[in-house]
Each structure stands twice: as C-alpha cells, then as structure tokens.
C-alpha cells in the first residue's frame, strides 16, 4: 500500500523543467527581431506596390541643359509637378511634391515663366522657382517724353516682338483698353516705366498693359478731379502734360510752364512751343527748326495760331501729370533754356526774355 501510494505521488509530481542556456536565449530573441523586421519590410513592400513605390525617383542633379516652363495662376504644388515632369525637369512627381508639401515658402510660388535645367534634383527645381533671377521676362524701360512711334521701337527692341506686330496692335486702339476721355486717341497714352513682359504675352496685351498703367497714374493724380478743377477736360490736361514733358527736365519747372501754357491760353496768346511744331513736321524725335518747318501748316503750329495742339505730343510722366494740375500761381509768360544743365529762364517781361535768349545763344547753350 505504501509503495502504490509513493508511485502515484512520483506520477504526479511535475518533471523538473530543464534550463536554457545564455546562447540559445539569444538566439531566440534574434529570431524574434528578425522575425519582426521580415514583416515590416515585407508590409512596406506591400505598401510601395500599391502605393507608388519606395523613396520618390529622384534626379541626383544639378542638371543640364536649359529648359523654359510656365506657372500658371492657380497651380497647385501637384500642378506645378506635373509640369516640371513633363518638361523632365525632375524624375517623378512625387519628389517635388514632397518637397513642396514640406516647405511652408510654396505658397510664395509666383505664376510666371522660369528657367530651369533638365534633370534637376526636386529640392533644387522648387529653390529655383523660388528665385526671381530664375524668371524670364523681357524687362523693357520705356522713358519719359516719347511718342507712340518712338514707344513701339523701343517695346520691339526690348521684347524681340516685331516691330510691325506692335504697329499693328497700334492701329486697333479701341481693343487697348483706352479710357473714354482719350477719344480714341493712343497719343500719350503709353505711360512711361519699366515693365516685366513675359514669353507669349502678344503685342495688344502689352500696349494694354501700359494704358491700364497710364490710368494708374491717372488716378493718383487725380486727373478727372483736378481737371474740372482748372476748367479743363482730362484730355486737355494730357495735352498740356506732354508739352510740359517736352519742354523742361527738372521737376520742379514743371508748374512753372503749365502757369505759361495757362496764363496764355488765358490771355490768347499762341503758345510757341517748339515740340509741338515739330510733332507736327514728323520730326518726333527732336531736332532744330528750320524755316520750312516755322512755315508748314499743321494742327500742330502753334507760333501763329492760338490754343492747344490737337492731340498729345509725347507720353508724360506721372511728374508732368501733376504739374500740369497744379500750375503755380504766377503770370509768367516767357521762358527759355538757360544753363548747359538744362535750367530754365522765367519771366513776364518780354525784354527779359529777349536778353536771356540772346545770353543762352552766345553761350552756346542752344
């Protein structure tokens, strides 16, 4: 009984668990590790094939070549990748969208035109976008003074336009845009300033352009205010302004010779503004009056009859603009060049006149 008993005691006692050593502990937590890193490559594996593959195609740059590609208004950072793949100017959309995404400065990108390379790594397309020098404009600066004939020669040489495509946009004036007191009339409407003209823009666009920037100015001067002011048409006060443009330089002369155009518009006096009888013989460009030139008769001869020109002579500037605004309040009525600088001689005594003209000649001022 005592030996059944002590055999069902042995039956029942567990078997003594045997002791694994250090290096199989360690093995077998390797096989765990590994065992996790498998299924994590392996679900990574899972995720580049159905979602676009592992770190984003990427040109290793800096690139070759030049290439022009456009931003448009509105374009998304995914729309401005599509463009530059299309252009291979990056490997993959994906790259400059992640790119882009990550940095806060893609909503600073400008629509526009840019020079880039072919094959560019993504970070390096997005930082060009991001530089202005990148930008391709045609960067024309069209002075102050100059008539529309003069205008479109210098908008064809700054631009590469055709001077004749301009020429003809010219001659459509009512698709430019022009404000209803320039009657048509594209003569000083051109405004003068420097403007940023990019690929493609069409000679009818540019011209609006700077119609619309005329107006501009226009308004800071306040232009239809001042003129009923003085008594005068917005159109009128622009032709007073061109003739301002093309008779003194300096700034502060110019209320000085708008109180002269005034004072004898006033008192019907003929204004005897060379400009203008050159405007009229064709001689646009400045140059000295002949004796032929004092007797052709043209709208435009102004030593014999009396009132303003017909039309604008010249672009003016914002500057001429507002002196012709604002004339200083004097009854002034003579005035000629006198000093090699450009300086002007004001009087109201004819005599005083005569004797500077004479002094300026003698000193071969003009």
Known sequence: ????????????????????????????????????????????????????????????????????????????????????????????????????????????????????????????????????????????????????????????????????????????????????YAQGQLEGFLFPATYDIEPGTTPTQVLSLMVDRFEQAAATVGLIEGAAALGLTPYEVVIVASLIEREVRFDDEYPKVSAVVYNRLDQGIPLGIDAAVLFGVGKTAGGELTASDLRAETPYENRRQTGLPPTPIAAPGEATLEGALNPEDSDILYYVLATAEGRTFFTNDYQEFLDQRDQSRAEGIF
């Open 1 to 180: 009984m005592t030996e059944l008993l002590d055999l069902d005691d042995d039956e029942r006692r567990p078997a003594p668990r045997r002791r694994r050593s250090p290096a199989a502990k360690i093995i077998a937590v390797l096989f765990v590790l590994l065992l996790t890193v498998g299924l994590v490559y392996g679900g990574l594996a899972v995720v580049r094939t159905l979602f676009g593959g592992s770190a984003a195609e990427d040109y290793p740059g800096p690139g070759t070549g030049a290439v022009t590609v456009q931003v448009n208004p509105g374009d998304t950072a995914g729309d401005v990748a599509d463009t530059l793949v299309e252009a291979d100017v990056v490997a993959s959309r994906r790259a400059f969208f992640e790119v882009a995404s990550n940095d806060p400065r893609a909503t600073s990108l400008q629509p526009g035109f840019y020079e880039l390379q072919e094959q560019m790594a993504a970070v390096d397309a997005f930082e060009l976008l991001l530089d202005p020098a990148s930008r391709v404009v045609g960067r024309v600066t069209v002075p102050e003074g100059l008539t529309v004939e003069q205008t479109l020669t210098v908008l064809a040489e700054g631009t590469e336009i055709p001077i004749e495509d301009y020429q003809a946009a010219a001659a459509a004036p009512a698709e430019l845009g022009l404000p209803d």
